[in-house]
T-cell receptor, first 110, second 118 residues
């Protein structure tokens, strides 16, 4: 069974600071890994998808790395803004299903 | 391009009742997955439907059942509701094209249905 851990559970930073969100998973037999953003009471917004053969993926201020063999992924958010405040979830994809951790709740202070 | 849509937005039921939640996938997608997210936790996989059949199932009791229609939309049914079924129910869709027979495709989520069981 895939177990996903995200550290830290919560993070509060001043505006402009770079964010580093960590994700670890126990089963390296994955097809890809997605990072999502979730605002309170809302659905999930896909931020980045990294295929298992890739090491890195970038979209705007977001950059995600994947080390499949060691079961780790990191999401970097550059120059954080108050609008980045949300819960961030990583989810490796196994056989047709995503496995989620509890997420990292980010607060960016203006 | 319409994204994934779900209905209703909110629902309140009492213990023992039955509920049906609905999902329409993103345009061009034919695979639908359902997830349950309890408060403060990450989503948990319930099951996935493809070609109108349940292709994969998570660790949920038989009280949870589903259906997929020829237009690819899907329903999640929960019987004999328990207080612990209170959660945000999320639907995700994906396309079958891509690597590894569709296993590696990006999943797109709807806004969810908030179910409260009293």
């Amino acid at each position: 069974k895939q177990e996903v851990t995200q550290i830290p559970a919560a993070l509060s930073v001043p505006e402009g600071e770079n964010l580093v969100l960590n994700c670890s998973f126990t089963d390296s037999a994955i097809y890809n890994l997605q990072w999502f953003r979730q605002d309170p009471g809302k659905g999930l917004t896909s931020l980045l998808l990294i295929q298992s053969s890739q090491r890195e993926q970038t979209s705007g201020r977001l950059n995600a790395s994947l080390d499949k063999s060691s079961g780790r992924s990191t999401l970097y958010i550059a120059a954080s803004q108050p609008g980045d405040s949300a819960t961030y979830l990583c989810a490796p994809l196994g056989d047709y299903k995503l496995s989620f951790g509890a997420g990292t709740t980010v607060t960016v202070r203006a | 391009d319409a994204g994934v849509t779900q209905s209703p937005t909110h629902l309140i039921k009492t213990r023992g009742q039955q509920v049906t939640l609905r999902c329409s996938p993103k345009s061009g997608h034919d695979t639908v997955s359902w997830y349950q997210q309890a408060l403060g936790q990450g989503p948990q996989f319930i099951f996935q439907y493809y070609e109108e059949e349940e292709r994969q199932r998570g660790n949920f009791p038989d009280r949870f059942s589903g259906h997929q229609f020829p237009n690819y939309s899907s329903e999640l049914n929960v019987n004999a509701l328990l207080l612990g079924d209170s959660a945000l129910y999320l639907c995700a869709s994906s396309s079958p094209q891509g690597l590894a027979g569709g296993r590696s495709n990006e999943q797109f989520f709807g806004p969810g249905t908030r179910l409260t069981v009293l």
